[in-house]
């Protein structure tokens, strides 16, 4: 019977664990990093505020837990990857443009410019999941530049798109922004060095 209990509550635990993350990940999309209270994450997910601290130790570590890349995301780039490197840029800027859609990716980039560690951990993002293995694949003197360039014109899209909402950019569909854009990337990734 004592075993019965525990596993309840730790079922009861888990449960109220994802529904912090559930309420964080919302908050912090809605209203960035420094206007996100633990308070009010704990208030949507209808637990204590202790309870917050119990499992992610600090606003910080709550951030960084709720950031995590979902699966889908990193296994759309691995798919990606094994594609032959014929039309890679505009492979890569759909992907991306999917992608930033699924929350993280669009909380980090929208928090980056006044938030220390969304910057750090929207870098890390870049370099370990398209900059590092972009890089092997070009495998040239220069490729770690002409990556860096991919990932900023990767992230000023994203920035014209979903933050500052610049037009027409904005209301675009994800196919025309392929077609126009896709070819500036891969433009960066054909030249000769």
Do not use: C
Not at 9 to 38: M, P
């Amino acid at each position: 019977m004592e075993q019965a209990k525990r596993a309840g509550r730790w079922r009861s635990g888990q449960e109220s664990r994802q529904r912090i993350l559930d309420a964080a990940r919302g908050s912090f999309a809605l209203n960035g990093y420094d206007r996100t209270s633990v308070r009010a994450v704990a208030a949507e997910a209808n637990v204590d505020q202790a309870m917050v601290f119990y499992f992610f130790g600090s606003k910080q570590g709550l951030f960084t837990e709720a950031m995590q890349l979902p699966g889908t995301m990193i296994d759309n780039l691995d798919a990606l990857f094994r594609r032959p490197p014929d039309d890679f840029g505009s492979d890569l800027v759909r992907a991306f443009l999917n992608g930033i859609t699924e929350g993280p990716l669009f909380t980090l980039t929208r928090s980056a410019a006044t938030h220390d560690p969304s910057a750090d951990l929207l870098r890390q993002f870049l370099d370990r999941e398209i900059g590092d293995r972009l890089a092997a694949r070009l495998d040239r003197p220069d490729a770690r530049l002409r990556v860096t360039l991919v990932s900023a014109q990767l992230l000023g899209l994203a920035v014209a798109r979903y933050v500052v909402e610049i037009e027409p950019v904005a209301s675009a569909s994800v196919d025309d922004l392929v077609a126009l854009y896709g070819p500036a990337v891969q433009s960066l990734l054909d030249l000769p060095a």
